[in-house]
């Protein structure tokens, strides 16, 4: 007691012994902080400690931990100052309303109080200020997320830096809902917005949440590729034209980065009555003709994978009112696991499981992209067990998409993979091809040649909207954003998470031999334990015995 007296103020180091150093500020972040050119201000607004429920009344001190261990680190350079308020409902309040035009907004947490559940509205916002700059913010700080403050944190600094806002550009074309004639001249006479099925909404939301300003191109002679845009991001691009392919390898060829994410086939399903059958149909892959002018093509096979997972399908059926599901298991299915993700490769360090549904393969030439001076990068693959199928056209089975003999091969296969380099002028020096017949004349041809990223993978599907919220997925999708824009230097900062240690898939051998152990192993070593202890006994009574008749 004495001695926690004397040191309680004292600023004594702290040890790390976690793996990856999970609590040791970041090289890359000390090297950014020491960097600037003025201290940053940063502001965390928070609700008292006695007005947070049970749950968050450790949040201020966290979050505060992190902050002064940022600052002892940078020197002089980030300052730090907590703010309580407390969430007044009252909107006429003017301190209330400046916050809010700012972005500190209070929110509403689950809260236990009197063995009651009810809601609680409490701030947990960092305000970040620096320079001249406008001002950034973090919102709803809670304790799922501290794991990512130094990275949220770093990263929004880090953009503060730049005189304008990195652009990324995406082309992901949006599904249109086809109505009958005389319902769309309906509601364009009632002035309503024609539906539309944007299948990365959430995905363009994200890089604008990130700190970016994310423009959605088309790809014409009106929505061509921004100059000034940091990447391009293509998803599901479909067919494209010679002269949008063009556009691809201009932006490439000067110094972009270009990220595909495209898959061989659509899957649909059917109920028949010997069971659910999985109807594939093919996607155009227009992208490929440029690609293999690099050494990467996406296959044209259908890829299967024992390492897959259950998805549920509504059946159209009601109990009441809930909707009833069927699970549902077919090899396309695919989840690439830890051991099957690359973790020497800034971008998939320490990622959790990606979900690939209905991805493709990969198709690596290393020779043709050796040739370029490409230098290639396999970022993950299929499993071991996994084999890939020619389409024929016929529904697929739980009996059919077994492994055959007729399978083009087995074995771990590319599933994304990064090329670096200076990528050549896949039209020969040709001047661009017209955007339309009707044109005079196409294009410039291509000029400014600086080494660039090509990142392929082979499934659109994991960054739509019904997959982007799975772990794996939205923070592979944050690492490409961030590591092909800004460097891959800062997503170092992200892999600092506690590593996933999920069990692996067992073989049917190595199950007989758990369900042994548990089942027949234990009780079998009590009944061995028993008949040594009635052995030892009896033969002590024979010597008891056998002394007793002596006498």
Same mark, same amino acid.
């Given at each position: *007691?004495?001695?926690?007296?004397?040191?309680?103020?004292?600023?004594?180091?702290?040890?790390?012994?976690? !793996? #990856?150093?999970?609590?040791?500020?970041?090289?890359?972040?000390?090297?950014?902080?020491?960097?600037?050119?003025?201290?940053?201000?940063?502001?965390?607004?928070?609700?008292?400690?006695?007005?947070?429920?049970?749950?968050?009344?450790?949040?201020?001190?966290?979050? *505060?931990?992190?902050?002064?261990?940022?600052?002892?680190?940078?020197?002089?350079?980030?300052?730090?100052?907590?703010?309580?308020?407390?969430?007044?409902?009252?909107?006429?309040?003017?301190?209330?309303?400046?916050?809010?035009?700012?972005?500190?907004?209070?929110?509403?947490?689950?809260?236990?109080?009197?063995?009651?559940?009810?809601?609680?509205?409490? /701030?947990?916002?960092?305000?970040?200020?620096?320079?001249?700059?406008?001002?950034?913010?973090?919102?709803?700080?809670?304790?799922?997320?501290?794991?990512?403050?130094?990275?949220?944190?770093?990263?929004?600094?880090?953009? *503060?830096?730049?005189?304008?806002?990195? !652009?990324?550009?995406?082309?992901?074309?949006?599904?249109?809902?086809?109505?009958?004639?005389?319902?769309?001249?309906?509601?364009?006479?009632?002035?309503?917005?024609?539906?539309?099925?944007?299948?990365?909404?959430?995905?363009?939301?994200?890089?604008?949440?990130?700190?970016?300003?994310?423009?959605?191109?088309?790809?014409?002679?009106?929505?061509?590729?921004?100059?000034?845009?940091?990447?391009?991001?293509?998803?599901?691009?479909?067919?494209?034209?010679?002269?949008?392919? &063009?556009?691809?390898?201009?932006?490439?060829?000067?110094?972009?980065?270009?990220?595909?994410?495209?898959?061989?086939?659509?899957?649909?399903?059917?109920?028949?009555?010997?069971?659910?059958?999985?109807?594939?149909?093919?996607?155009?892959?227009?992208?490929?003709?440029?690609?293999?002018?690099?050494?990467?093509?996406?296959?044209?096979?259908?890829?299967?994978?024992?390492?897959?997972?259950?998805?549920?399908?509504?059946? #159209?059926?009601?109990?009441?009112?809930?909707? *009833?599901?069927?699970?549902?298991?077919?090899?396309?299915?695919?989840?690439?696991?830890?051991?099957?993700?690359?973790?020497?490769?800034?971008?998939?360090?320490?990622?959790?499981?990606?979900?690939?549904?209905?991805?493709?393969?990969? !198709?690596?030439?290393?020779?043709?992209?050796?040739?370029?001076?490409?230098?290639?990068?396999?970022?993950?693959?299929?499993?071991?067990? $996994?084999?890939?199928?020619? &389409?024929?056209?016929?529904?697929?089975?739980?009996?059919?998409?077994?492994?055959?003999?007729?399978?083009?091969?087995? #074995?771990?296969?590319?599933?994304?993979?990064?090329?670096? #380099?200076?990528?050549?002028?896949?039209?020969?020096?040709?001047?661009?091809?017209?955007?339309?017949?009707?044109?005079?004349?196409?294009?410039?041809?291509?000029?400014?040649?600086?080494?660039?990223?090509?990142?392929?993978?082979?499934?659109?599907?994991?960054?739509? !909207?019904?997959?982007?919220?799975?772990?794996?997925?939205?923070?592979? /999708?944050?690492?490409?954003?961030?590591?092909?824009?800004?460097?891959?230097?800062?997503?170092?900062?992200? $892999?600092?998470?506690?590593?996933?240690?999920?069990?692996?898939?067992?073989?049917?051998?190595?199950?007989?031999?758990?369900?042994?152990?548990?089942?027949?192993?234990?009780?079998?070593?009590?009944?061995?334990?028993?008949?040594?202890?009635?052995?030892?006994?009896?033969?002590?009574?024979?010597?008891?015995?056998?002394?007793?008749?002596?006498?």
């Amino acid at each position: *007691m004495l001695f926690n007296w004397l040191a309680h103020d004292l600023p004594l180091p702290r040890l790390d012994l976690t !793996e #990856g150093k999970l609590y040791t500020v970041s090289d890359v972040s000390l090297g950014i902080l020491k960097s600037l050119k003025a201290p940053v201000q940063i502001k965390l607004y928070i609700s008292p400690v006695d007005k947070m429920p049970t749950s968050l009344k450790t949040l201020e001190r966290e979050v *505060m931990d992190k902050l002064e261990e940022l600052r002892e680190a940078s020197g002089s350079k980030l300052k730090y100052q907590v703010i309580h308020l407390e969430a007044i409902t009252d909107e006429k309040e003017s301190a209330e309303k400046k916050l809010k035009d700012r972005g500190v907004i209070p929110f509403q947490v689950e809260s236990v109080q009197k063995d009651e559940v009810g809601l609680k509205l409490i /701030y947990s916002t960092l305000l970040i200020e620096y320079k001249e700059k406008p001002s950034d913010i973090i919102p709803r700080i809670m304790p799922q997320t501290l794991y990512d403050l130094e990275y949220q944190l770093i990263s929004r600094v880090h953009k *503060m830096t730049f005189d304008e806002k990195p !652009e990324v550009a995406i082309f992901a074309p949006v599904k249109r809902t086809e109505l009958p004639a005389d319902l769309r001249s309906t509601t364009q006479a009632a002035g309503q917005q024609e539906e539309v099925e944007d299948d990365f909404h959430t995905a363009t939301l994200l890089v604008r949440n990130n700190g970016y300003r994310a423009t959605r191109v088309a790809l014409t002679k009106e929505s061509s590729v921004p100059d000034k845009a940091s990447a391009l991001l293509l998803l599901n691009p479909g067919p494209l034209t010679d002269r949008q392919r &063009f556009e691809i390898n201009r932006y490439l060829r000067a110094g972009g980065s270009v990220v595909v994410g495209a898959e061989g086939f659509e899957y649909t399903f059917r109920r028949e009555e010997t069971g659910i059958q999985a109807v594939p149909e093919k996607k155009a892959l227009g992208i490929n003709a440029l690609l293999e002018k690099f050494g990467v093509k996406i296959a044209e096979d259908m890829l299967m994978d024992e390492s897959s997972q259950v998805i549920s399908l509504a059946t #159209g059926q009601t109990v009441g009112p809930f909707a *009833m599901e069927m699970p549902v298991l077919f090899p396309n299915q695919i989840v690439v696991r830890e051991d099957q993700i690359n973790r020497s490769a800034s971008l998939t360090n320490r990622l959790p499981a990606i979900f690939y549904l209905w991805g493709s393969a990969l !198709e690596v030439a290393e020779a043709t992209a050796a040739g370029l001076g490409l230098h290639q990068t396999v970022l993950f693959t299929s499993s071991p067990k $996994s084999w890939r199928m020619p &389409f024929t056209g016929e529904n697929l089975t739980p009996q059919n998409t077994k492994p055959a003999p007729g399978s083009v091969s087995t #074995g771990r296969f590319p599933l994304a993979v990064l090329l670096e #380099g200076q990528f050549p002028d896949a039209f020969g020096g040709a001047p661009a091809p017209k955007w339309a017949e009707a044109d005079a004349e196409g294009g410039p041809k291509m000029e400014n040649a600086k080494p660039g990223k090509l990142l392929v993978v082979g499934s659109s599907k994991a960054f739509s !909207e019904e997959l982007i919220q799975n772990a794996g997925n939205i923070n592979f /999708y944050a690492n490409i954003v961030d590591g092909l824009t800004l460097g891959q230097d800062l997503v170092r900062i992200r $892999s600092k998470v506690a590593p996933v240690r999920d069990i692996r898939k067992l073989s049917p051998a190595e199950k007989l031999w758990y369900k042994f152990f548990t089942m027949a192993l234990v009780p079998a070593v009590f009944l061995v334990f028993a008949w040594a202890r009635s052995f030892f006994r009896r033969k002590e009574k024979e010597i008891y015995l056998a002394s007793r008749i002596g006498k």
